[in-house]
């Protein structure tokens, strides 16, 4: 069974900084084969895809993020990271990870992390 665990989670002001982490588990899981995605909802909004990293480490990110987002990944670890810069109130929202089997088959949710960016 595959488990993704955020963290990093908390209250941080607008202007201030977060790291979220991704761990993933699994007996038979090939962390390094898989692409990893961060998403996020906000309160009222549906969910929507923030940034993503290939298994080849291509990254892509939301308009919205690009330049004060940036995800990355040690497979080493089965970790992906996602360092939020800049965090702006309306990036208040819980925050999921999400893993893309090679195939694009099969697919796993962490169960997020809330984040909220508030004075």
């Known amino acids: 069974q595959v488990q993704l665990v955020e963290s990093g989670g908390g209250l941080v002001q607008p202007g201030g900084s977060l790291r979220l982490s991704c761990k993933a588990s699994?007996?038979?899981?090939?962390?390094?084969?898989?692409?990893m995605d961060w998403y996020r909802r906000s309160l009222g909004k549906e969910r929507e895809w923030v940034a993503g990293i290939t298994s080849n480490l291509n990254t892509n990110y939301a308009g919205s993020v690009e330049g004060r987002f940036t995800i990355s990944r040690d497979n080493d670890k089965n970790t992906v990271y996602l360092q939020m810069n800049s965090l702006k109130p309306e990036n208040t929202a819980v925050y999921y990870c999400?893993?893309?089997?090679?195939?694009?088959?099969?697919?796993?949710w962490g169960q997020g992390t809330q984040v909220t960016v508030s004075s």
């Open positions: 699994g007996l038979t899981f090939s962390f390094r084969s898989h692409a």
């Open positions: 999400k893993a893309v089997s090679a195939s694009a088959r099969y697919y796993y």
